[in-house]
């Protein structure tokens, strides 16, 4: 029977609305005189219409506040399992296929042109780590060795007090206040300090009228908050990853830890010809050894994550480098590009039939496959609405979006980790430490996760001036 028809009921407040249910005023439900009606037309009223007219009675409920009650009870435990319910292989992804290929060519035996295959997907995954690590290095070089020598400090907070207060907004690395008028960037401020220093060389008999009349200005960040804004949309972008490392650790934790067919036969059809074939077969996430386990953790998981770290951390700190609003903005976008780069090596490089393995692989399933069946209406409410106890506390919890929270922790992690590194507090505002240039231009991955590591010069290029 027809019991979701597009009219509103008569009643205002129903009992299921006062019970605390999820009632959609958009739920109708037929009478009884109605299911007779429909019976002589010729559609005999069902079992489910008298339960459904039992059960509601039961629960001092009109028949069309318990079909939304069982509604209810069906989206949740719907939800609860579309979203926690199966952990699987990335699509268009070296790390995908890097996982499911050894575990393919495993199932059939090892056959050559399988086992080549997967011979494959390291090399791709070890082209797609090697090629972002190395974006990233040289990203990390630019901002601690090619500008030291370039004599640049760490922006960290100057000219954020200009932005906030009124007046100058505090001394600038120049040791002048800094002011609207007075503010440039980096390459600007070093051009206009050139052109100074350069007038001093020349007529050195007129340096200090030279620096009463010729203002190089001073070296800030253009909007504080819009620079903080852009981390953590760039943090936001990335968040899928994080996503992807979660839901690959969840796989390699939960399934079997026993080898298993990663590849099942279907049913053999002699009427289709050759180019159906790899329809006959089911491809799913299945059980792996120990050994298999350990290595793809070794060799996949861990390689991503250590990705996920240095561009996030490498991100965050060129962002915060960035002064003007423009370059914050566009770097913001740009930067998530790279974590994206092994998508692209998959498209352009991946064989058609490795791009079809990873499409057709099936999750794992982390909930009972059986649950639910063989449940009446009835018990799906008294299982998933009635038993479940809700406390204000909970209620709060679960309003807050989850990954919203872990996005934000991110940002404010890897943004405290900048000031932390690169920046002293002085007179209560973030300031660059003391510069020193490093003995050599040399800068490897090492350097990069532990700058401690880097051999500086004992003098300083530059100090904070008093």
Avoid at 80 to 101: D, M, P, Q, R, T
Avoid at 235 to 245: C, F, G, K, P, V
Avoid at 375 to 383: A, I
Wanted: hydrophobic share 40%; proline share 4%.
């Amino acid at each position: 029977m027809n019991w979701l028809r597009g009219e509103t009921p008569a009643a205002d407040v129903s009992s299921a609305e006062r019970q605390g249910y999820a009632s959609p005023r958009s739920v109708q439900y037929q009478t009884q005189a109605e299911l007779d009606a429909d019976g002589a037309e010729g559609l005999p009223p069902s079992d489910s219409d008298a339960d459904r007219l039992k059960h509601s009675k039961r629960r001092e409920l009109t028949v069309e506040d318990y079909v939304a009650v069982v509604l209810n009870a069906k989206v949740k435990a719907g939800c609860k399992i579309l979203e926690n319910g199966k952990v699987c292989i990335e699509e268009n992804s070296v790390y995908g296929a890097a996982i499911l290929l050894p575990q393919i060519a495993r199932s059939f035996g090892y056959p050559l042109d399988l086992t080549i295959k997967a011979v494959r997907a390291y090399i791709y995954l070890l082209l797609s780590v090697m090629i972002v690590c190395y974006l990233l290095l040289f990203m990390s070089k630019e901002e601690n060795v090619i500008d030291n020598f370039a004599g640049q400090m760490f922006l960290c907070d100057f000219g954020v007090a200009f932005a906030t207060e009124e007046g100058p907004g505090g001394m600038g690395p120049g040791g002048t206040d800094i002011t609207a008028a007075r503010m440039y960037s980096f390459n600007d401020w070093t051009t206009r300090k050139f052109i100074r220093d350069s007038l001093k060389i020349l007529f050195p008999k007129e340096a200090d009228r030279i620096d009463e009349v010729v203002d190089p200005g001073e070296y800030g960040v253009e909007s504080h908050w819009c620079r903080l804004l852009c981390c953590f949309v760039f943090m936001l972008s990335i968040t899928q990853e994080l996503d992807l490392l979660s839901n690959m650790a969840k796989l390699l934790y939960h399934i079997p830890t026993v080898n298993e067919p990663w590849v099942i036969l279907n049913d053999h059809d002699v009427n289709d010809s050759a180019d159906r074939w790899l329809n006959h077969m089911t491809i799913k996430v299945a059980g792996m050894s120990r050994g298999w386990k350990i290595f793809n953790l070794l060799v996949v998981l861990c390689p991503k994550a250590f990705v996920f770290y240095l561009t996030a951390n490498t991100g965050t700190t060129f962002l915060m480098e960035s002064s003007g609003i423009d370059d914050v903005i566009v770097n913001s976008v740009a930067l998530g590009f790279l974590l994206t780069l092994d998508d692209l090596i998959t498209t352009s490089i991946q064989s058609a039939s490795v791009k079809h393995f990873l499409t057709r692989c099936e999750g794992f399933e982390l909930y009972d496959v059986a649950e639910g069946v063989n449940l009446q209406e009835d018990d799906v409410v008294e299982l998933y609405i009635s038993k479940e106890k809700t406390t204000t506390k909970h209620s709060l919890l679960t309003v807050i979006p989850q990954k919203l929270v872990v996005v934000f922790g991110f940002c404010v992690g890897f943004v405290l980790k900048y000031y932390v590194q690169h920046c002293d507090v002085v007179e209560g505002r973030w300031v660059s430490k003391t510069m020193y240039l490093p003995v050599s231009v040399s800068w490897d991955l090492i350097k990069a996760v532990f700058p401690g590591f880097v051999v500086t010069e004992e003098e300083p290029y530059w100090t904070m001036p008093k």
